[in-house]
């Protein structure tokens, strides 16, 4: 962790120069400036939710935050583009996607106007048509946002955890679509998955995008197999039968179909693990 100290207080200059950048910092993050200096004093450590945040502000990877890399190996596979972006000073690109990403999220690819992101910015037509010529441009950088949100939020979250089944469970938990953030994600990927089957242009950016997804799995089943607590059947065919379930079960939540909550999909995403994952044999 001191190692993930030093890089916060090397972007605390950065993001916020001159008198008070500590404590423009930890408002920007919305964090108590006392438990910031806690933090930095090494006398309490940040939380996933906490390092999340200050990758968000500073245009970061909390890979980057943990271990000093962007494309350092961890328990998550690592995006094929680059998911470090720009910080969050001015009307820049990022802040602009911010925007745009949570207007999509809300009220849908085809309802939002360049006009609407410029004004929920506060910025121009011509300043997002100089950083996206186009709206496809900007779902483009929405499903690379989201691809950079759930990365950051699982190195956050399952780096210190060794025990594979308890990372799968873990991973399980943070793609269900709660009420949220997790939910906005949600929104983003669906309206992806919908613009790409008509578009075969954004094909290619999402099948890279959801292969990040799949290899994590895939390398957490692995992982629980070589630990002893997974059985050792195929590791590709149990990732694309749980991968299925996840999003299929997702679907049913996000657009409210009857019976289907996140508990339900919490609970059938359990049970697959528990009689299937966790007891698969090779079959002859």
């Not at 995008?209 to 070589?226: F, K, V």
């Amino acid at each position: 962790m001191d190692g993930t100290r030093a890089r916060v207080r090397e972007l605390i200059p950065r993001l916020h120069p001159g008198p008070g950048a500590q404590r423009e910092f930890a408002a920007a993050i919305g964090l108590d400036e006392s438990k910031l200096s806690k933090a930095l004093a090494g006398v309490r450590r940040f939380s996933p939710a906490e390092l999340v945040r200050i990758a968000e502000h500073g245009g970061v990877t909390v890979n980057w935050l943990v271990n000093g890399s962007d494309e350092a190996a961890t328990v998550t596979a690592v995006p094929r583009a680059a998911a470090r972006t720009d910080p969050d000073t001015g009307p820049t690109p990022r802040r602009i996607l911010q925007t745009a990403w949570q207007l999509i999220a809300e009220r849908g690819y085809h309802r939002v106007r360049i006009a609407d992101i410029a004004r929920t910015c506060g910025t121009s037509t011509a300043t997002i048509h100089h950083h996206f010529p186009s709206k496809a441009a900007v779902l483009d950088e929405a499903l690379r946002r989201n691809v950079k949100l759930a990365f950051d939020r699982q190195v956050a979250e399952l780096e210190s955890v060794a025990d594979a089944r308890a990372r799968l469970l873990r991973l399980v938990e943070l793609q269900l679509p709660t009420d949220g953030l997790l939910r906005d994600e949600w929104s983003v990927w669906l309206q992806v998955w919908n613009e790409s089957a008509l578009d075969p242009s954004l094909r290619e950016l999402y099948w890279d995008s959801y292969d990040r997804w799949y290899r994590t799995i895939a390398m957490t089943i692995r992982s629980g197999q070589e630990q002893g607590v997974f059985g050792t059947g195929d590791a590709d065919r149990l990732t694309a039968q749980l991968t299925a379930m996840i999003d299929g079960l997702g679907i049913g939540v996000l657009t409210r179909r009857p019976g289907a909550s996140v508990g339900t999909m919490r609970r059938h995403l359990h049970e697959f693990i528990d009689r299937v994952i966790a007891k698969e044999r090779d079959r002859p």
